[in-house]
């Protein structure tokens, strides 16, 4: 591995399904950080962890929960997925926050 | 309170003649600054950063940007657009002490041959 990925690179999914994003980064960044990106808003943060085992809400949390078990890994849940958070979902991360961070190839994700 | 603001959501160019893509920005503090590059479908990728040293900032692809405090801009430039520079640009704001970084609604380039 080198650098960021997520898993899966697409799904399908009906509303009120649980689904979880997976991001693994293999750099040693303390900061991870989740985005989505539609059309006209750029990027916006959902939640982010300063470092492994905390964790803090952004911009549009409402939905979405997030855990840092280690330093590696990051996953993003919907416990139940909603039209609306049909997106495509980018995974960050940084050596310490704030500073430059380092993206994944993004999840697209389609709620039905 | 961080902001952003890309002046222009598309910008077309011929190939071979400048890019301009304009950026204004509000922090409270001394900011640190960016602009990200995302080709179709993929990631973003760093194309520069400004902390606090030298006003022109050098990036990949033979970008620059210039930090402007008087007139809160960080304008990026090109001197020829080349194919190949076709995609979103994001300028980006962040605060130290402030976890999150402020990204802008993007600016679309198109590069007409």
């Known amino acids: 591995i080198a650098g960021i990925t997520q898993a899966p690179t697409s799904q399908i999914l009906a509303a009120g399904r649980r689904m979880t994003l997976r991001c693994t980064q293999d750099?040693?960044?303390?900061?991870m950080y989740w985005y989505r990106q539609d059309l006209g808003l750029g990027l916006r943060l959902i939640h982010y962890s300063n470092t492994a085992g905390t964790t803090g809400k952004g911009e549009v949390p409402d939905g979405y929960s997030v855990s840092r078990a280690n330093t590696d890994d990051f996953p993003l849940t919907l416990a139940s997925a909603v039209p609306s958070q049909t997106s495509v979902y980018f995974c960050?991360?940084?050596?310490?926050?704030?500073?430059?961070?380092?993206f994944g190839p993004g999840t697209r994700l389609t709620v039905l | 309170a961080q902001s952003v603001t890309q002046l222009d959501s598309h910008v077309s160019v011929s190939e071979g003649t400048p890019v301009l893509l304009r950026c204004n920005y509000s922090?409270?503090?001394?900011?640190?600054l960016f602009w990200y590059v995302q080709h179709p479908n993929k990631g973003l990728q760093l194309l520069l950063k400004y902390t606090s040293a030298a006003t022109l900032v050098k990036g990949i692809n033979g970008f620059e940007a210039e930090f402007k405090k008087s007139e809160t801009s960080f304008h990026l430039t090109k001197p020829s657009a080349h194919m190949s520079d076709a995609a979103e640009y994001f300028c980006v704001v962040g605060d130290f002490g402030n976890e999150k970084l402020t990204f802008g609604t993007g600016t679309r380039l198109t590069i007409i041959p």
């Open positions: 922090s409270s503090y001394s900011p640190s």
């Open positions: 960050a991360s940084s050596r310490e926050s704030p500073d430059t961070q380092y």
């Open positions: 750099m040693r960044h303390n900061a």
